[in-house]
């Protein structure tokens, strides 16, 4: 029998989020309830400070001050970002509109 996990995720798509250990933030853009992600993945973060697999886990735009990137990260590795900064990653804008102070509004985007 599977036991199925009822977790509400901490954050939601739009958020804008920082890294509780290393030096960068970004946007979310979709929401994994558990960890979704190779094994191969998770094998390559370090055994000290790889997080447990049965929380949510968070598709970022994410930024440092030299790339942008998409990260993937567990949300206890997540804080919120009270910058008041805009993410500059490339494809903010095809994915969300506005941005209000700590999150940004999804756009409204039609399948043909």
Known sequence: ????INRTAKFEIGHVVKHRLFPFRG????VDPTFNNTEEWWNSIPEHIRPKKDQPFYHLLAENEESYYV???SEQNLLPDASGEPIGHPQVEELFGEFETTRYQLKNIKSH
Do not use: G, K, P, R
């Open 1 to 4: 029998m599977i036991e199925e």
């Open 27 to 30: 946007v979310i853009f979709d």
């Open 71 to 73: 990260a993937y990260v």
